[in-house]
C-alpha cells in the first residue's frame, strides 16, 4: 500500500528524507484498529451535493466508470441527515467516472488553454499574514490485515494558519475510516468483537508551528521546474504541485505557469470532467506509474486553476487512496 519505500521510490533522489531512519509508529496497530471501529465520528460532510454524489455513483452519466472516487456509506442513511438514522460506521469508496477513460488523450494541450483562460480566484483580492488552508485527507495511513487482504485508511481535516516565517497554527481533527470494499469493512468491523466501542467525535488536536523559512513563489518556468520535480518525471511532479498548493497561497500568474510546466511534462493524460469528494466540478489529468501500479490524479478548478484535489491510488488489486480535497485557501490576519 502507500507506505514509506513506496513514497520513497516514487520521489527518487528527490526525496528530502531519503537517508533519515524511518522510527517506529507513534500509534499501535491495536489502536489504529481501534480508530477503525470508531461508530460516530463525522465523515466529511456529504449534505451539500446528495443528489449529484448519488447519480454518479449508479453510474448515469453518459462517462465510463473510473478511478476519481466519492465516498458511499454503508447503513440505512448519511451521517448527519436530518431525520434518517446515522450510517453504520465506515464508508466504503465507490469509483464515479472519468470523462475520457479508456485511452484517455495528452494533457498538454488542453492544460495550456486552461493556463491561457484562467481567471482571479476569490484570494488573489485579499491580503493578510497568514497562509490559510482547510483540507481533509483519506488514506493517511492504511492499514493492511496479516493475510493482506483487508483494508482501512484513516482520515483527517486539518485546518492551518502559517505565515512567510514559517509561524502559525495547525487545527488537525480525526476522521471516520474508509475501506475499499464491504469485505474489508466487514472484517474490520469483527476486529472489535468484544471490546467497547469509540464514541463521539475526537477533540481536535491544536499544533503551534515553529519558524520555518518558506521559500517564496515564482512563475518562472525555470524555477516552478525545479520546485516541481518534474526531472524525476510525473508521479514526483504530481506530489509536488500538491505539496505546492497545499502550503502556499498561489497567485494567478503562477497558477497558469504550473499549468504550462506540466503541460511539458511526458505521461499526463487528459481525463475531461470530474467531481471531487467535497462535490465540486472539477478538471483532471493522471499519470499512471505501471512499475509502481500507482496512479497519480489532479483536479483543477476549470475557472481559476486552482488545485482542487490530488489523489495517488493503487491500480491493483485493491482501489484504495490517499486522497486530499483543498477546501479553502485564502489569506487573513486572523488565527481561527
Known sequence: MFGAERT?????????ARTAAVEPPLVSARELIDRAGATETVAGRRRAHPTRRLVLTAGTLAVAAGAVAVLQPFGEGAPDTPGEPAAAAGLVLVPVAYQFDADPPAAGPQLRMLADKIKDAAYDHQSGRYMYHHTKVWGDPVMTSADGRHHVAFA??????????????????????????????????????????????????????????????SADPSELRERLKVEYGAGAASKWVSTLYERYVVPRATRAAVLRVLADVPGFRWRGQVTDRAGRNGIAVTFDDREHDQQSLLVFDPKTGELLANELLTLSPVRISSYTVILDAARTDRVG
Do not use: C, F, H, M
Request: hydrophobic share 30%; glycine share 8%.
Open 8 to 16: 520513497r521510490t516514487l520521489l527518487g533522489p528527490a526525496d528530502p
Open 156 to 217: 483527517s481535516e486539518t485546518k492551518l494558519w502559517q505565515a512567510a516565517d514559517g509561524t502559525g497554527n495547525q487545527i488537525r481533527i480525526q476522521l471516520e475510516p474508509q475501506y475499499p470494499d464491504q469485505e474489508s469493512r466487514d472484517y474490520w468491523q469483527r476486529e472489535r468483537v468484544g471490546r467497547p466501542a469509540a464514541t463521539g467525535t475526537p477533540a481536535p488536536d491544536v499544533i503551534p508551528l515553529p519558524p520555518e523559512e518558506l521559500r517564496p513563489l
